[in-house]
């Protein structure tokens, strides 16, 4: 089982709308994550990390960590069409071995 | 800005053959990184390099092989190619020595066995 599952595969969302992707591991021993963005034809770039319980604030983008439910999501408000993005969330245990979700593909539709 | 750069970004190749690909960070992180990413964007890292240690994902076949020259430097030489090579090769670099620091990739090696 992996121990990173990332919900849904698949999401599409108007321009302007809200997104919501989540992350679900299943180690308590994860304490620390990210949230990575890759377009097409580019390598993933870091897009926001979050190590403590609660909200965490970038801009359009809000990430959510609840280490006692193992979840952690990702919402991206006023969506835009530069959004449409493949999504990958990474955990981290304490002796730092990276653990990389499979990926929630996002397209915002004009 | 891209400060991880690999070459070449596209190689073709046949079955049996070496090929390399190289990778410089400008950013001087300390620690790279070489991922391979599937047909399905499965992200498998292959090996870890800083100055002092070399760890290596043990399910990497062995005609897989880093070699650095300094820290700003890590390719990635495949000695025999195979169909199921084929693939998006991404080198990272980072700061730090660890996977617990942020990941700065860079934009890929497309590899294609014939």
């Known amino acids: 089982q992996q121990k990173v599952q990332q919900s849904p595969e698949s999401l599409s969302v108007p321009e302007g709308g809200m997104a919501s992707l989540n992350c679900t591991s299943s180690d308590r021993n994860f304490q620390y994550f990210w949230w990575y963005r890759q377009h097409s034809g580019e390598g993933p770039k870091a897009l926001m990390?979050?190590?403590s319980d609660g909200d965490k604030k970038e801009g359009r983008f809000t990430a959510h960590l609840n280490k006692a439910s193992l979840h952690v999501s990702l919402h991206i408000r006023d969506s835009q069409p530069s959004d449409s993005a493949l999504y990958f969330c990474?955990?981290?245990?304490?002796?730092?071995?990276?653990?990389w979700g499979s990926g929630t593909k996002l397209i915002i539709k004009p | 800005e891209t400060a991880v750069f690999q070459t070449p970004n596209y190689h073709v190749t046949q079955v049996g053959n070496e090929v390399s690909f190289n990778c410089k960070q400008t950013l001087g992180h300390d620690t790279m990184y070489w991922y391979k990413q599937d047909s399905k964007k499965l992200l498998k890292i292959m090996f870890s390099?800083?100055?002092?240690?070399?760890?290596v994902n043990e399910t990497v076949p062995r005609r897989f092989s880093p070699q650095s020259s300094d820290k700003a430097h890590l390719n990635l030489r495949i000695k025999s190619v195979e169909p199921e090579d084929s693939a998006v090769y991404l080198c990272?670099?980072?700061?730090?020595?660890?996977?617990?620091?942020?990941?700065?990739f860079g934009e890929g090696s497309r590899l294609i066995v014939v």
């Open positions: 390099y800083n100055n002092k240690q070399l760890i």
């Open positions: 990272a670099s980072s700061y730090g020595g660890s996977s617990g620091n942020t990941l700065y």
């Open positions: 990390s979050i190590f």
């Open positions: 990474a955990a981290a245990d304490s002796n730092y071995q990276l653990i």
